[in-house]
């Protein structure tokens, strides 16, 4: 999937006015992720992504180890949505990784959602991904 592509379906699904919202939604979204998952998890998804979008999903010296009720807490505060605006920044977290998912292998997802499921409430960042039976390109996402 190229940039372009991904920046259209993140505007698309989560309904975003402009492009740059949805660049922004994903640089704050994989910015944030970035920084709970291992170093190796985030540069094999990083690698799968367009140049412009792995870049977020930078290489971080220490993995905190939160769980999703401050993953979200983070996105609002870096996202400047209000408290009443809380369940579109859980969407929009959630659309971004629905986008993320159709980009690269099922074994990096495989390998993201073991990392980070420890806790059962990280699910809830795969609520889009789960919801959907989607056509499995072998080529793509075999790995």
Same mark, same amino acid.
């Given at each position: 999937?190229?940039?372009?592509?991904?920046?259209?379906?993140?505007?698309?699904?989560?309904?975003?006015?402009? +492009?740059? #919202? @949805? $660049?922004?939604? &994903? =640089?704050?979204?994989?910015?944030?992720?970035?920084?709970?998952?291992?170093? %190796?998890?985030?540069?094999?998804?990083?690698?799968?992504?367009?140049?412009?979008?792995?870049?977020?999903?930078?290489?971080?010296?220490?993995?905190?180890?939160?769980?999703?009720?401050?993953?979200?807490?983070?996105?609002?505060?870096?996202?400047?949505?209000?408290?009443?605006? +809380?369940? #579109? @920044? $859980?969407?929009? &977290? =959630?659309?971004?990784?629905?986008?993320?998912?159709?980009?690269?292998?099922? %074994?990096?997802?495989?390998?993201?959602?073991?990392?980070?499921?420890?806790?059962?409430?990280?699910?809830?960042?795969?609520?889009?991904?789960?919801?959907?039976?989607?056509?499995?390109?072998?080529?793509?996402?075999?790995?």
């Amino acid at each position: 999937m190229d940039y372009d592509t991904f920046i259209g379906e993140v505007q698309n699904r989560g309904q975003f006015p402009s +492009r740059e #919202d @949805a $660049v922004r939604t &994903t =640089r704050i979204t994989l910015e944030t992720l970035s920084q709970r998952i291992e170093p %190796g998890g985030a540069e094999n998804i990083g690698a799968q992504l367009p140049g412009e979008i792995g870049r977020f999903l930078s290489k971080v010296d220490t993995v905190e180890r939160f769980e999703w009720t401050e993953f979200i807490d983070r996105i609002v505060e870096k996202g400047n949505y209000s408290e009443d605006e +809380r369940g #579109d @920044a $859980v969407h929009h &977290t =959630r659309v971004v990784m629905d986008v993320v998912e159709d980009a690269v292998t099922v %074994g990096a997802i495989e390998d993201l959602r073991d990392q980070i499921s420890a806790a059962d409430d990280w699910n809830e960042l795969f609520v889009l991904v789960d919801q959907e039976e989607k056509p499995v390109d072998e080529e793509q996402r075999s790995g």
